[in-house]
Structure formats: C-alpha cells, structure tokens
C-alpha cells in the first residue's frame, strides 16, 4: 500500500489556496524620524573617530618636532685677546669694553677697534675657533645643540673686517653680500673688502650662497667672492697679485722716479734698462740697473717707486720676492749708519693700528771690511756681480708691525758710488 505525502497531494477542487507572503522589510516598519536618528548617530561617531585620529596625530607630530628641534642656547668662550676689544649684549645698545669676560652669550656683538693693534680669539661650543682681526665685527646670531638628540646649528654674522675661521662643526655665516657655509674641519678666512667678499680656504671647503641659482663650491688653495650684487664668483686661485709691471716689461711704467742729492755739487745716479737673470729665469726679463759715481764723497739715493693703495689685512701672507745683483759699493757694509746699502727695498705701509707706519726695508751688500754695524734683520749679503733670489713673508713680522693697507715700495740704491740691478719683483697676497 502506497502512502502519499499530504505536503504534494493537489489542493481539493473549488477551495481557496492561500499564499505565504515575504515579511516586510524593516526600515518599511521603521519611521522617518528613526532613520535620521540613526545617520545622525553614525555621523557623530565618524565625526569623533576623525577627530581622536587627528588628536593622536598632531600629538604625535608635536612630539616628533619638540624632540627634533628642541635647542639649548650655548657660549662662546674668549680664549685670547688684544687692544680694544668691544662686546655689545643682547638687548642692549650700549658697547662695552670686553674686560675680564670669559663667556659671551647668543646675539652678543664682538668688535674689535683699530685705534690699537686688536685681536681676539673665541672658540665655540664645538671646538671650532674663531679668530677676529683689528676692524672686524661678529654677531653671535645661533648658538645651540639639540636637547634630545645629537645635533647642533651655528650661525654667525660677520658685518666688517676679516675673521679666520677653523671648524670642527658645520658654521654658516651670514655677511652682507649672502652666506658662507663652512664644512666641518676647514680652515677660512671671510675679509669684507670694502664692497667685496673675499673667501680664503686654507682647508676644507665653503659654499658660497648668493643671487647665484646654485651654491658656488670653493675647496683648497682656492678663492671665491660674492659682490656688490650678490653674486658669488669663483673658483679662482687663491693668491692675488698686488704689484703691476714689477718685471719691468713696460720699463718704468706705473713707476715714479726716486732722487736725492745731498751735496749741491754732486753728481745725481742714472737708471738704465739691462737684462736680467735670463739663464736662471729660463727666459728673457729686463733689470733696472741703479748706478752712481759720487765725486764729493757725499750721501745720494736713486732707484724708482710705485704708489699703492691695497688693503691687505685679509691676508695671512703677504711675499715680497725679487731678483737682486750688487756690482760695486763703495761704502762698507750699510756705511756708519747701517742705512746706506747699494740696493735697498723699502715697503710703505700702515699697521692694524690707525695711522701707524711700520715701515720695512731691506738692503744687500757684499762686503763688510770695516766690520761696521749691520743689523740682520735689514740687511743681507749677497755674493758680489751674481743674481740672487729672495723673498720674505711681511706678515710673519710682530702682529703690531704686519701690514693692514700697503701704500707704495720703493727700490733704490744709498750711499755715495754703487752700482746695483733688480729684476722680477713681486708682491703677493695669500
């Protein structure tokens, strides 16, 4: 017997079929203020998750900047000074006497004055030194290390004069015509040359920062500078020339004559074009000869001068080199004075100190029979009739004596008879 599932047996004939309907959705059931009731709750809690998020960022962020760029102000401490120095203290207007101070703080302003021979040497926090000449000026602008971690700035601002810089740190310094960025362990020199600024490296390297669209790298034995317009120049070889036609190429030309007589009856000494020390040179260069035959015995100068007008308190050598041959003296050693030698070189110039005139000279003989006074620093002897080389480094002199501004050189012979020749003189900044 087969059973049948009541669930597929057909629906009796003539009676309703009833059909099971879907409920109705939810929201269907739910009222229009409920629903905005509820956006309005899940836009809150959007609203309040953005702003923890932010919170948790900008907290994060502040932290990040406090711990990366918090700085401790340093000092600068004075290792050694000379003459006038003057500070000036941040906030105040009042230029001080440096004193017994030992310390100087950020923003301090140390001047050196010119009326005496000045110089003052500071080291920073880093080690690094930094020297001041007479007539410069330098703003401690930034002085500071990081206080959570390993980092430091250095910035100073030099407005007058010449510094020389030896870094260990990296120090920027800020000079009217842009800014000079000195790598660790360079040796600088910064001289502001009236409308100029002269970079110096003696070591290391600088960047020099003007209206230039690229920084103007300056590396050893090298010379940048930035001008009036701001901007840098460079690389140039770092020695500059200072005397024009010392070879005597164009004879006396930027030359003025040098005479004095001291007997009215006496004879004046003559200047005259002759060779020079070719073989020695490897080329051919032309000599001033000075010759003179005294017939009264009596005290004559004759040689030539060229007028100068060069600040030169930038440099940290200054050579004076030339070419020199003595024929005949007729006086013993410098004479009875120790002044009066066949061929002389005399520099003119001022000192640190305004209106100082540490004048220098030198003069060559080749004989001393007389054993007169000769004192070595102004004199030399030379082996008689042959060219000789010499040169010496005018800033190597006691710092009251060396140079700040050149104003002329002469070159002549003194005495009564002689007969002398130079060639090939130089002058040249370092």
């Not at 050579?319 to 003595?326: E, G, I, M, N, P």
């Amino acid at each position: 017997m087969t059973t049948t599932d009541p669930a597929h047996l057909p629906p009796p004939v003539g009676r309703p079929v009833a059909v099971e309907t879907a409920p109705a959705p939810r929201a269907a059931l739910r009222s229009p203020a409920a629903v905005r009731a509820e956006r309005r709750a899940w836009l809150v809690l959007c609203l309040a998750f953005l702003t923890f998020c932010a919170l948790v960022f900008s907290v994060a962020k502040f932290v990040l900047d406090y711990v990366s760029t918090a700085q401790v102000d340093q000092a600068a401490s004075v290792t050694a000074r000379r003459g006038l120095v003057f500070v000036v203290s941040p906030g105040s207007p009042d230029q001080l006497l440096l004193g017994d101070r030992s310390e100087l703080g950020v923003g301090t302003v140390v001047t050196l004055d010119r009326s005496t021979t000045s110089a003052a040497e500071l080291q920073l926090f880093d080690g690094s030194s930094v020297k001041l000449q007479s007539g410069s000026s330098l703003e401690l602008t930034r002085m500071e290390i990081g206080r959570f971690i390993k980092q430091q700035a250095a910035l100073l601002t030099q407005t007058a004069g010449a510094v020389r810089y030896a870094t260990l740190g990296p120090i920027a310094v800020d000079v009217p015509n842009g800014t000079v960025q000195l790598a660790p362990h360079s040796d600088v020199t910064i001289w502001l040359d009236g409308d100029m600024t002269q970079v110096l490296v003696y070591g290391g390297e600088a960047r020099l920062f003007g209206a230039n669209p690229t920084p103007v790298i300056i590396g050893d034995r090298e010379r940048g500078t930035l001008d009036a317009q701001r901007l840098a120049g460079g690389p140039y070889e770092r020695t500059i020339v200072l005397l024009s036609n010392g070879n005597f190429a164009q004879h006396d030309d930027g030359w003025q004559a040098h005479d004095k007589v001291s007997g009215e009856q006496d004879t004046s000494g003559i200047r005259q074009w002759v060779s020079g020390p070719d073989d020695l040179l490897g080329s051919p260069t032309t000599a001033l000869q000075i010759k003179r035959d005294s017939v009264k015995q009596q005290h004559g100068e004759t040689g030539l001068s060229h007028k100068l007008d060069v600040d030169v308190s930038g440099f940290r050598h200054l050579w004076l080199r030339a070419w020199v041959r003595v024929d005949y003296a007729d006086l013993s050693g410098g004479g009875q004075l120790g002044s009066e030698y066949p061929m002389m070189l005399q520099v003119q110039m001022e000192g640190p100190a305004i209106g100082s005139r540490p004048d220098w000279s030198i003069g060559f003989y080749y004989a001393n029979p007389d054993r007169l006074p000769v004192p070595e620093k102004t004199a030399e002897q030379v082996p008689r009739g042959e060219w000789q080389p010499f040169a010496v480094d005018l800033m190597s002199s006691e710092a009251s004596s060396q140079p700040y501004r050149l104003l002329g050189l002469t070159v002549l012979g003194q005495g009564h008879s002689f007969d002398a020749r130079v060639a090939n003189i130089e002058l040249v900044g370092d």
